[in-house]
């Protein structure tokens, strides 16, 4: 019997709320999330968990094992990660979060350069606009744009977003260049769903930062590579990162306006938690982003 197999999927159990859930987590099936806590309350000689058709809740004794479980388990990862900075050589599993756009887009092809350097390395890149809880969620590493947000995390700078307002030149024919702010009443503009009439679009020249919220928006999505796909097709202006643009900028796909006009740039940070005995894998990653250029 795996025992320490058997606590994790226990406490998944616990934590989550039901075994179907906690199997998805695990990637296991629903029975041998049975099996397991079966052969746990075997073993114990106890009944850990209660369960009716409608909900599970814990046992004083699973209560007590609960505690005690967690326990157990975060002692094998302090000692596993003593281990690993045994090691001099970057190995074993780095879960990484990005949001979605810059992670598809820059972290993506980035780290699959960080593995041809590191080749005993295993990379779970987790894309999501969502901020991750990296001690709950079970991160290395995260990519954030804009405040930190946990001032328990260690940030290194990257490279800043840099954002760019364009159009397709078929576009711009048709409906003119637009010169201020002001113009963008008069565009169709393509949203993204994140933005909300109290941001807009923060378009900021030497004098003053304005919020222009383009009021005509016919075109919404959630997503970043839709909004170019249609940019592409002449739909309308578009607001987006620069290194998300910049090859259809150079081959003249899509055309910057309003230049003086845009949004100051945004911080980009790598976080992850202070570790007073650094891992090889989780060092190394932050090395060669630090070292190389983010974008």
Known sequence: MDKLRNIEVFISVVETGNFSTAA?????SAVMVGKHIQ????????????RTT??????????VF???????????????????????????????SAPVSLGSSVVAPMLARYLQKHPQVNVELILSNARVDLIGEGFDAAIRIGDIGDDRLVAKPLNPYEMVICASADY??????????????????????VWNQSEGWHLANAERT????????????????????????????LLQPKV?????????KLIPVLESFIPRPRAVHLVYLPDFRPRAKLTSLINFMTEHVFY
């Open 24 to 28: 998805e987590k695990l990637g296991i």
């Open 244 to 252: 998300l643009l910049a090859d259809d900028i150079a081959s003249g």
């Open 54 to 63: 409608r909900r599970q809740s814990l046992t004083d004794a699973g209560e």
């Open 210 to 237: 304005t919020s222009a919220w383009p009021v005509n928006s016919r075109y919404v999505s959630n997503d970043g590579h839709a909004l170019r796909a249609a940019a592409l097709e002449g739909a309308g202006l």
């Open 39 to 50: 052969q746990l309350e075997k073993h114990l000689n106890a009944r850990l968990l209660q």
């Open 172 to 193: 711009l024919q048709r409906f003119g260049i637009p010169a201020s702010p002001e113009d963008l009443k008069t565009h169709p503009c393509l949203v993204h769903t």
């Open 66 to 96: 609960y505690e005690n479980g967690k326990r157990v388990l975060e002692q094998m990862k302090f000692t596993e990660s003593a281990m690993e900075s045994l090691q001099s050589v970057p190995t074993g599993l780095l879960r990484v």
